[in-house]
């Protein structure tokens, strides 16, 4: 619905840019059909890049060198770190996909992963 990515743009500084990777192609329609109210329009600010893609890839692809590393990277893939969605999500929130994580992140740079409750299994 856009909430992560408006939260993101609204602190990018003009020059910044916001890639978003999304799996479902279909998403993409609803948000910018039926739900444009909620989502705002912003998949449309100049500053965005959308990938139709698995996030994996894109991870994968700033950790080996391939594309330049990321400042931040935001996971609001599942509805807390477990493979719910999709089980292939399930390699993001494991020790390798944490590390992949890091190795595609800027010095300094920070992984967030949105969770619908806590989870302490996943936070030791």
Do not use: H
């Not at 990018?12 to 990777?21: E, I, S, T, Y």
């Not at 100049?46 to 330049?68: F, K, M, Y």
């Not at 477990?82 to 992984?111: C, E, H, M, T, W």
């Amino acid at each position: 619905m856009g909430f992560t990515l408006r939260a993101a743009l609204a602190k990018l500084g003009a020059r910044g840019q916001a890639v978003v990777a999304e799996i479902v192609p279909e998403i993409l329609d609803w948000a910018r059909g039926p739900m444009a109210a909620m989502t705002g329009n912003c998949l449309e600010d100049q500053r965005l890049r959308l990938e139709i893609c698995d996030v994996a890839a894109l991870i994968d692809d700033a950790a080996d060198g391939t594309t330049p590393r990321y400042d931040a990277i935001l996971l609001d893939v599942d509805n807390g770190p477990d493979g719910i969605v999709r089980p292939d999500n399930q390699r993001l929130y494991a020790f390798n996909g944490l590390r992949s994580a890091k190795a595609a992140l800027k010095s300094g740079g920070i992984l967030a992963i949105w969770s619908a409750a806590p989870d302490p299994r996943f936070s030791r």
